[in-house]
């Protein structure tokens, strides 16, 4: 691996999304996403008991954040975001490093996610971590339209 693709790990703080927060977060999600969430999707899941949603913070900057739900004894990693200027860095590593302690502890024995299949590097990153692939799903994503891998991750929760 070249040193231009190697990760870079930043001192980042991982804490639970507040309001304060939504306006950036919106912000980023258009930024990132070509068919991002709208605003009222974040302050939605602030207020329901089944939703967590995190932030990464370089200081006081976010740089990125996720979003997860859990029903019984599943959970789902339902986003997962990094400013582009702090992707490799370990950002994504601790959010779902900090998601996968909280599903744990809760004694969730399955992490689901869904992904594109042309998102080379969400699929590398997932599959590092222990996601395999379950089935496709049909025309899942809109803008651009795109099948989504269903991926899910078993946890050990003994």
């Not at 809760?106 to 379950?134: H, Q, T, W």
Request: hydrophobic letters at 40%.
């Amino acid at each position: 691996m070249s040193s231009a693709r190697r990760a870079v790990k930043l001192d980042i703080a991982i804490r639970k999304m507040t309001r304060e927060d939504l306006a950036i977060v919106s912000r980023l999600e258009k930024e990132i996403f070509s068919d991002p969430w709208p605003a009222r999707s974040f302050t939605e899941i602030l207020d329901d008991e089944q939703w967590g949603a995190l932030v990464a913070e370089h200081g006081s900057e976010v740089i990125g954040y996720a979003c997860y739900m859990v029903v019984l004894d599943e959970a789902h990693l339902a986003n997962i975001a990094t400013v582009p200027s702090y992707r490799r860095k370990s950002v994504a590593k601790q959010l779902l490093e900090r998601i996968l302690d909280i599903v744990i502890d809760l004694k969730c024995g399955i992490l689901l996610l869904e992904v594109r299949p042309s998102n080379r590097e969400a699929l590398d990153f997932y599959r590092k971590y222990g996601f395999m692939e379950l089935y496709r799903r049909p025309n899942y994503y809109r803008r651009p339209v795109e099948d989504a891998l269903i991926m899910v991750r078993y946890l050990d929760t003994e």
